[in-house]
């Protein structure tokens, strides 16, 4: 699992989509979270070097820049490339879910989900960063 | 050897699963290859005795239901523990296990596959109707803690006006329709919803927390149109959710028959109203 001391970033438009993603992160034991409404939102605190972001959970659906945009965006940026990131999304469609593996993302959630699935898919997605990174 | 048992009801195919579904040295597979030699063109896995599902059963059961497929035959789901159906969900198992509530329920809205997709077609039917009903059961059940019973579908009278104080709406658009779908809540049991997904208390309807109809709503569509356009060849567009929310609360679709999903949880009563129209 990830080191619990890893600065999270919990990004969705909706609020209560937030908190529950948040207070899940928690109850596995991240001390340090920051959350984001979209996608630029979200860039603007990845790109801050202030901020150390170590591990990304975003949305797929949401206004301004999508969670497969910011995908892209982090994973074209060489600073990025190997920078965790799990995408939740309300749908499963193999054409999306095939999109998303193509573009470099660790793991997906699909929503409903409960703490104990995104626990599991966190620790999935750190054993897939783990084998990339060596 | 996993043990199947295996009959003939109405010309559909039953298969009651053991009470541990799990391939050991390719003891599903076999079972399966006697399967795909039957000439029933509906069979139906019922999960009464099932217990625990095994990973290493998914293979044989999606491989099933591809090759029937490929032979314009179906396969559903009854019966699945509600303990189950997040695991199914998140496995990406929802299209491989289709559920439905009977048997009754199947013949009642589902006919041998012709091999033919159903895309852009106008149908405010069980076929398009089902997926919501079980998205919404299952939504509910994972997101918020709140195992729904569903009640009967039916159509909108044009001046009845169930009290609402919240209601999230999508549009849905597809080449052949447009409509809408909205999930409508009184404040009460809107707020004990609420609670038992985000645990939070609330004595009313704040902005701050209006956005969970819209969030239960998207999640919902995302689970039904997955079905509807993987499964039965609709072209749903993706929408994001709009919330209303507000006393005495009307919603006016545009023009088309307005079906009513009713819910009952022990949060109370709630619906969903589903309304297409021919572009």
Known sequence: MYNLATKVLVVDDMLTMRKIVSKACKDIGFTSLVEAADGQKAWEIISNPEHQIGLIISDWNMPNCTGIELLKRVRGDSRYKILPFVLLTAESEGAQVAEAVKAGVDNYIIKPFTAEILKKKLEEAHAKTSKRTG | ?279
């Open chain 2, 1 to 279: 050897m996993a043990e199947f048992k295996s009959e003939i009801k109405d010309g559909i195919h039953i298969i009651t699963c053991p009470e541990v579904l799990e391939s050991i040295g390719e003891s599903i597979e076999a079972n399966v290859k006697s399967w795909l030699i039957m000439d029933n063109h509906i069979h139906v896995l019922d999960f009464k005795h099932v217990l625990d599902l095994k990973q290493n059963a998914y293979r044989p059961f999606i491989l099933f239901n591809q090759k029937l497929k490929a032979n314009s035959k179906k396969l559903f789901c009854m019966n699945i523990p509600e303990k189950m159906i997040p695991q199914m969900a998140q496995e990406g198992l929802a299209q491989v296990f289709v559920l439905i509530k009977s048997l009754e329920d199947l013949k009642a809205g589902a006919k041998p596959a012709t091999g033919k997709t159903a895309p852009n077609r106008l149908a405010l039917d069980v076929e398009f109707i089902n997926p919501f009903i079980h998205a919404t059961q299952m939504v509910f059940a994972t997101q918020a803690s709140t195992p729904l019973k569903a009640g009967k579908p039916y159509l909108r009278q044009p001046n009845e006006n169930l009290p609402m104080e919240i209601a999230g709406v999508i549009s849905l658009t597809n080449p052949a329709f447009t409509g809408s779908i909205a999930l409508c809540f009184q404040a009460k049991v809107f707020l004990k919803i609420y609670e038992n997904m985000v645990g939070e208390k609330h004595e009313k309807i704040i902005p701050e927390i209006e956005d969970a109809a819209g969030e239960l709503l998207n999640i919902i569509f995302g689970q039904a149109k997955t079905i509807l356009n993987d499964k039965k060849g609709y072209a749903l567009e993706k929408a994001l959710p709009t919330i209303l929310a507000g006393e005495k609360l009307t919603l006016r679709h545009s023009v088309g028959p307005v079906m009513l999903l009713p819910f009952e949880s022990e949060a109370g009563t709630f619906h969903l109203e589903v309304v297409i129209e021919k572009v």
